[in-house]
C-alpha cells in the first residue's frame, strides 16, 4: 500500500460571536489528496484507518477506497456506509478500512454555542465560519448537531474495476439519499486552502452526516437546518 505523507497542522481559530473568544487549538492530519483521486485515478487506499494510533476522541471523514463508500469517525467510532440499493445503504461500525484521502483529528472537548437562527444552509454556514475566522490560523474541524427539516446525502458507489480520470467518472455509481426531519449529526471540515485537496473546488467545506441512529450516513451536499434546533461545537483548548 502507498503511505502518503502526513501534514500535521496546528490550528488556532477565534469566533467573534462570542463576547470574549478564546482561540482553540486543533490538530488537523491530512492524508492524501482529492485531486489525486479524482484526475489521476489514484483510488487505492493512503491510510488504513486501524493504523490510527490514538482512537481516544478521534473524529474524521473521507471516502473508501475504490470509491466505494464513505467513512465517519466521530468521538472514536469509525462508520462504514455502503449502498445496497436507490433506496437502501448500509452502516457498520468498522476501523477495518483503507482510504485513498483522510482527514482526522483528536478533539477531546468541544465549545458549545447556539447557532443563529438565519444560519439554515451549507452556504449560510459556509459564510458564517469564513466570516468567523478571518483573522485566525485554519483549517478547522467542527462539529453540528440538530434537527435537519432536509438533507441529501451521497455514498460513492464506483463499479469495481472502473477508471477514473476526472470527477464525472469518479462520481459514476454514486447513489444520494434524502433525509427529512430528522435528528442528525455533522462532521466538518473547513479550510480556504485545501480546495481539490480534502474539499471540492467551489466550497469552503467537506461534511459528513450521521443519523441519530446511525441507520444512514454519507457526504452531505445539501441541507436546510431547523431554526432553534441547531448546535455548533468548535474544538475547546
Known amino acids: 500500500m502507498k503511505i502518503a505523507a502526513q501534514i500535521t497542522l496546528i490550528l488556532f481559530v477565534a469566533f467573534g460571536c462570542e463576547s470574549q473568544s478564546q482561540p482553540f487549538k486543533n490538530d488537523v492530519t491530512i492524508v492524501g489528496a482529492m485531486r489525486n483521486v479524482m484526475?489521476?485515478?489514484?483510488?487505492?487506499?493512503?491510510?488504513?484507518?486501524?493504523?490510527?494510533?490514538?482512537?481516544?476522541?478521534?473524529?474524521?471523514?473521507g471516502p473508501v477506497e475504490y470509491l466505494a463508500g464513505e467513512i465517519l469517525i466521530i468521538d472514536g467510532i469509525s462508520y462504514k456506509s455502503t449502498v445496497v440499493s436507490d433506496t437502501e445503504m448500509r452502516v457498520e461500525e468498522t476501523y477495518n478500512i483503507n482510504a485513498p484521502f483522510f482527514g482526522y483529528a483528536n478533539i477531546p472537548n468541544w465549545k458549545e454555542q447556539t447557532m443563529p437562527n438565519s444560519i439554515r444552509t451549507i452556504q449560510d454556514l459556509e459564510?458564517?465560519?469564513?466570516?468567523?475566522?478571518?483573522?485566525?490560523?485554519?483549517?478547522?474541524?467542527?462539529?453540528?448537531?440538530?434537527?435537519?427539516?432536509?438533507?441529501?446525502?451521497?455514498?460513492?458507489?464506483?463499479?469495481?474495476?472502473?477508471?477514473?480520470?476526472?470527477?464525472?467518472?469518479?462520481?459514476?455509481?454514486?447513489?444520494?439519499?434524502?433525509?427529512?426531519?430528522?435528528?442528525?449529526?455533522?462532521?466538518?471540515?473547513?479550510?480556504?486552502?485545501?480546495?481539490?485537496?480534502?474539499?471540492?473546488?467551489?466550497?469552503?467545506?467537506?461534511?459528513?452526516?450521521?443519523?441519530?441512529?446511525?441507520?444512514?450516513?454519507?457526504?452531505?451536499?445539501?441541507?436546510?437546518?431547523?431554526?432553534?434546533?441547531?448546535?455548533?461545537?468548535?474544538?475547546?483548548?
Open 127 to 237: 459564510q458564517y465560519l469564513d466570516q468567523s475566522s478571518k483573522s485566525s490560523s485554519r483549517p478547522f474541524m467542527f462539529k453540528v448537531t440538530g434537527i435537519v427539516n432536509n438533507a441529501k446525502i451521497h455514498i460513492v458507489n464506483l463499479p469495481k474495476g472502473s477508471k477514473v480520470s476526472s470527477p464525472d467518472e469518479a462520481h459514476k455509481g454514486q447513489i444520494n439519499y434524502q433525509i427529512e426531519n430528522e435528528l442528525a449529526d455533522i462532521i466538518g471540515f473547513f479550510s480556504t486552502d485545501h480546495k481539490a485537496i480534502f474539499t471540492h473546488h467551489d466550497t469552503f467545506l467537506h461534511m459528513h452526516l450521521i443519523t441519530n441512529d446511525r441507520k444512514k450516513m454519507g457526504h452531505l451536499d445539501d441541507v436546510t437546518f431547523k431554526p432553534g434546533t441547531i448546535k455548533l461545537y468548535l474544538p475547546k483548548e
Open 39 to 61: 484526475w489521476k485515478g489514484e483510488l487505492e487506499g493512503n491510510i488504513n484507518l486501524d493504523t490510527i494510533k490514538n482512537k481516544k476522541n478521534l473524529f474524521g471523514l
